[in-house]
């Protein structure tokens, strides 16, 4: 399975785009990048997903690097609601499993 | 359409004692998932169906079992509860995984303690 490496925790300011990284070196040709969000204890929100083009739709923008090997998840401009967990998975094997790591504790301020 | 709901939302258990949680979801979904996650940890799967009457063992599945007698339906039993199995229980679902690209869809969790 692909794993995913990101950064543990990010600060963003309100109204500011939030970039977060995402790594995937040995991620398959035909394996997608799937983001994930957990806002406190809830259940995980699906946000995007991606294969090789980037991919925008009304919550973030996918911008996945030409050799595949990385992505990065923007919210164009974050607000305190967006301050969660963020995973960076790459969905792989025949049941499609999505496994998570810790992701990226994105914390929004004022 | 609820989504997919989780029965029930909280539960306490003395150790030793059993107890199913239930997953329904409506969406028609072929797959369906169960995960656990601990403070601080990202979520580790425990067992997954790919369809009605099959299951199968994810990351962590021991001192659990699953069955899946109706699609709709992904039961998670506990025989013995033991102090290590106090986490939150997510259920998933998802179609068929030859639309690799579809997206998974998560209950709001149950989250389990033992004592």
């Known amino acids: 399975d692909a794993k995913t490496t990101q950064p543990p925790s990010m600060d963003c300011a309100e109204g500011r785009a939030a970039n977060l990284p995402c790594n995937h070196s040995t991620i398959s040709g035909n394996e997608y990048v799937y983001w994930y969000r957990q806002i406190h204890s809830q259940g995980p929100q699906y946000i995007i997903h991606g294969l090789k083009n980037n991919e925008t739709n009304e919550m973030a923008s996918l911008i996945i690097t030409e050799d595949r090997k990385s992505s990065t998840l923007i919210l164009p401009h974050a607000t305190l609601r967006d301050t969660a967990v963020y995973y960076c998975i790459v969905r792989t094997g025949t049941a499609s499993k999505l496994t998570f790591g810790t992701g990226t504790r994105l914390q929004v301020t004022l | ?115």
């Not at chain 2, 150790?15 to 239930?22: C, D, E, I």
């Not at chain 2, 409506?26 to 797959?31: G, L, R, S, T």
């Not at chain 2, 699953?66 to 039993?77: A, C, H, M, P, T």
């Not at chain 2, 013995?80 to 939150?88: C, E, Y």
């Open chain 2, 1 to 115: 359409n609820a989504g997919v709901t989780q029965t029930p939302k909280f539960r306490v258990l003395k150790t030793g004692q059993s107890m199913t949680l239930l997953c329904a979801q409506d969406m028609n979904h072929e797959y369906m998932y169960w995960y656990r996650q601990d403070p601080g940890m990202g979520l580790r799967l425990i067992h997954y169906s790919v369809g009605e009457g099959t299951t199968a063992k994810g990351e962590v599945p021991d001192g659990y079992n699953v069955s899946r007698l109706k699609k709709q339906n992904f039961l998670l039993g506990l025989e013995s509860a033991a102090p290590s199995q106090t986490s939150v229980y997510f259920c998933a679902s998802s179609y068929s995984p030859g639309l690799r690209n579809t997206e998974a869809f998560f209950g709001q969790g149950t989250r389990l303690t033992v004592v």
